[in-house]
């Protein structure tokens, strides 16, 4: 039996006053007609159209979702073919269902997302979309897991990022967000891996191995279990969960502004990029953008930070190859990398340096200098590896043809950054929808061909390059004047200097400490194109100090659940090469 | 145990004349090359010989040659290879060769967060170490949890296993974790911990 623990740890602040004004997305009656057109052009009746959202958004009959996901993914003139993101949202005592299944879907042609959403109880179950996306398979895991929410027709609908012994669903807002539930050894479930193949069987006894969740070929925490035929793996089931450190309910037990350190720890190969997602998100639910300067610091730091996990996704790839030199060697210019981050706010490698609004300080004086020294001092190093590994016999061997995905398949899993790219689709959130300025950069998305392990180490290789195009001229730009953070009272602390001198700004630095900011009621997505693909965030504002609901989307998360399929049919030292190169970053992966 | 003298250039501890080997700054640990000569002058150096008891022995054997496990989850584990890597190079110390392995390691590193769900396979491994064995827990996270105060975080790590070394930081910086193990490296000296 698990224990139980209560120890409820949230402090009780007092009511916060509420902002009731609702939000308005820039450009919404664009959005309301391309919405419109949408439905018109479908003319269903189980589709209605929900105005004044940040992107056109429509609600679902329950029963019709799947054939409705079919519709935008086929129809000629819609062609949604990427799934995003599926998650829920809680409103408890909401009369018609308390639970929003959302769906958000992408299209390469259009280059715009579309939001579907699903109302439903704790006991009327919807009808699942795998057939459709496989992608969703593990998305509509994480809701069950979360919510509750059952899924009809699902293949393995269990819980995915909890334990065995969990009781309850964790993101409900009745839940207790400090109720623990112990796991022991004895409840731990065995891992299956469903095998369809069964063509060989029989020349040898199939043996089911466990990999990880502490193995030395497995990155951080992940677990594959492998159903072995001689040599050849014919079945593998992943297992995660192993770092869920519960992101979404944390942000929602903190205001805003602490909720930022939490982004810093999912992809924490490159932070900066999770803080530049998660602030702009809630910057454009209060409807500001950050100052010039902040975003041309930002823009060179995340480049910087891309660079830096390629840098350790190439190396620790190289090292579960057995060429451990050029992880040592990778690792002095991510050093410098880091003294730069440090030389601006303090932290090497989780900075919490954003605000919403902006920056916590300005940069160093010598911020440009030292960025040029590293910017000049890279491609050598990238040379160097890449001259010994581009044409290694040892490495095309391993890795030509390892873990192999086709395009479609790949988009059908809902793949986005380096692992899309190495499939031969061109879709970079920088390109598709630029934000800090991107669209004024030239830069090159790099693609390949063939989708295996290879084909990723060379668009990773190239990225890197093309960053270094962006930062060069970055840095001959130079800095825009000006200040790091916008000038409002209600979103940024005033200056130590007027709180300790100026009654107002005392006030301000009071209200804000204590109430936080609160923006307009309604609900944002936006995304950034993270080390590994889309970095997403949705988030709900109900007006007060805290957000409502903060959605993560984790693009680890997609590309590990193919990961199983990526491998069979071949060995396992295939498998470890390819899990390699899909840096798989576990904080990420678990939320 | 007899030794015999050897040509071997002075130590790198600093001493004070007419101080005698094992009362200055290194008391208590054994003798380091170059100052085992304890005989008199003109006495025959082959006779010579030391003694010190078997703990302080094992204990200094045991302290110079740890093989760390790196239980590394999060992002700790970030920092824990840049302290293995070229710029900080933990070889310096003699800890540098990481073992995947329990068996056969003594040194479990917990770097990063340990949730509800890892807690048992963290148990494991550690009942999987040989005797001695000693852990660090490195980071807010292994230590408290950190500011992970939920419903699938495990609040310290010594709610499952015994920790000899707590090093703070989120995540500490690698002259941080070097200090922490640097501190185990003193404490089995000194012979405190008995297991």
Redesign the interface.
């Known amino acids: 039996m698990s224990t139980l623990t209560r120890n409820s ?1 949230i402090p009780f602040t007092g009511p916060a006053p509420t902002n009731r004004n609702p939000y308005v997305p820039a450009g919404v009656e664009k959005i309301d007609a391309r919405g419109a057109e949408i439905a018109g052009h479908l003319n269903s009746p189980h589709i209605t159209q929900r105005p004044g959202e940040d992107l056109p958004t429509f609600e679902v009959d329950r029963e019709q979702i799947v054939d409705v996901l079919r519709t935008f993914k086929d129809d000629p003139k819609l062609q949604y073919k990427l799934p995003l993101d599926c998650f829920g949202v809680d409103y408890p005592g909401r009369q018609d269902g308390r639970f929003d299944v959302i769906y958000q879907l992408y299209s390469f042609d259009h280059n715009e997302r579309v939001r579907l959403i699903v109302k439903t109880d704790e006991e009327t179950p919807v009808q699942t979309s795998v057939p459709v996306f496989k992608a969703f398979d593990w998305f509509e895991r994480e809701v069950f897991d979360m919510y509750g929410v059952k899924f009809e027709g699902h293949p393995n609908l269990r819980r995915i ?3 065995e012994a ?1 009781r309850g669903h ?1 993101l409900r807002k009745d ?11 004895k409840d ?1 479930a065995r891992l299956e891996p469903v095998v369809t193949d069964h063509a060989d069987e029989g020349e040898y006894d199939r043996v089911t191995m466990n990999i990880g ?4 070929a497995m990155h ?2 992940l677990r594959v279990a492998v159903t072995l035929d001689g040599e050849i793996i014919v079945g593998a089931a992943q297992e995660i ?6 992101f979404e ?2 942000c929602e037990t903190h205001t805003y502004q602490q909720a930022i ?2 982004t810093d ?1 999912l992809n ?2 490159s932070a900066i990029i999770n803080n530049v997602g998660y602030c702009q998100t809630v910057e454009k639910l209060l409807g500001i953008k950050a100052p010039e300067r902040a975003q041309h610091i930002l823009l060179i730091l995340s480049e910087l930070m891309r660079i830096a996990d390629h840098l ?1 996704c190439v190396g620790t790839n190289l090292v579960d190859l057995g060429a451990l030199t050029n ?3 990778f ?2 210019p ?2 410098e990398i ?1 003294q730069l981050v440090e030389s601006c706010c303090g932290a ?3 900075p919490s340096y954003t605000r919403i609004g902006g920056l916590a300080v300005d940069a160093p004086d010598d911020f440009l200098e030292n960025t040029r020294r590293i910017v000049d001092s890279i491609p050598a190093f990238i040379a160097d590896v890449d001259g010994l590994v581009r044409r290694n016999r040892i490495f095309r061997e391993r890795t030509l043809g390892a873990g192999r995905i086709s395009q479609e398949d790949a988009i059908n899993y809902g793949f986005t950054g380096p692992c899309l790219r190495a499939t031969g689709v061109p879709y970079d959130v920088r390109k598709a929808s630029p934000y800090l300025g991107y669209e004024t950069y030239d830069f090159d998305v790099p693609i390949a061909d063939g989708g295996d392990t290879y084909a990723r180490y060379l668009v990773r290789i190239e990225e890197m390059r093309q960053s270094l195009r962006i930062l060069d001229q970055a840095i001959k730009r130079g800095m825009p004047d000006g200040p790091v953070i916008v000038d409002d009272p209600y979103i940024a602390l005033p200056p130590k200097e007027r709180v300790y001198n100026e009654m107002e700004s005392l006030i301000y630095h009071f209200k804000l400490i204590m109430h936080g900011i609160q923006p307009p009621v309604g609900a944002a997505y936006h995304q950034v194109e993270g080390g590994n693909g889309e970095l997403g965030f949705y988030v709900v504002s109900d007006g007060t100090k805290n957000p409502y609901r903060v959605r993560v989307r984790p693009p680890c998360f997609p590309i590990f659940s193919a990961f199983g399929e990526m491998v069979t049919g071949q060995t396992i030292p295939d498998a470890v090469a390819s899990l390699g190169s899909l840096n798989i970053i ?2 990420e992966l678990d939320h | 145990m007899p030794i015999k003298e050897r040509e071997v250039p002075g130590s790198i501890i600093q001493r004070k004349d007419q101080q005698l080997p094992g009362e200055g700054p290194e008391k208590g640990l054994l003798t380091l090359p170059g100052e085992s000569r304890t005989f008199a002058p003109g006495e025959e150096s082959d006779r010579s010989f030391f003694t010190t008891t078997m703990d302080t022995a094992v204990n200094w054997a045991r302290s110079n040659s740890l093989w760390p496990l790196p239980f590394g989850t999060a992002c700790c584990a970030i920092e824990f290879m840049s302290t293995v890597s070229s710029h900080y190079d933990m070889a310096r110390f003699g800890f540098e060769v990481v073992r995947f392995s329990p068996r056969q390691s003594d040194l479990l590193i917990v770097a990063g967060t340990i949730v509800d769900k890892i807690a048992p396979v963290l148990k494991r491994i550690y009942e999987q170490m040989p005797e001695p064995k000693y852990v660090v827990a490195m980071g807010a996270c292994a230590t408290s949890g950190g500011f992970y105060r939920m419903y699938h975080v495990v609040q310290g790590i010594d709610e499952v296993i015994p920790v000899d070394i707590w090093v703070p930081g989120c995540p500490p910086t690698p002259e941080g974790l070097m200090y922490g193990i640097l501190k185990l490296k003193e404490k089995i000296d000194r012979g405190e911990m008995r297991r």
């Open positions: 740890s990022l909890t334990h969990f964790a839940y207790d967000p400090a109720q623990r539930w112990i796991l022991t050894e731990v969740p502490s193995h030395p951080g925490t969960g192993y770092l869920h450190r519960c309910k944390s350190p939490y720890r924490y190969m350790v992880f040592w060697y690792f002095q991510r050093e880091y090497r490698i989780l576990a904080g």
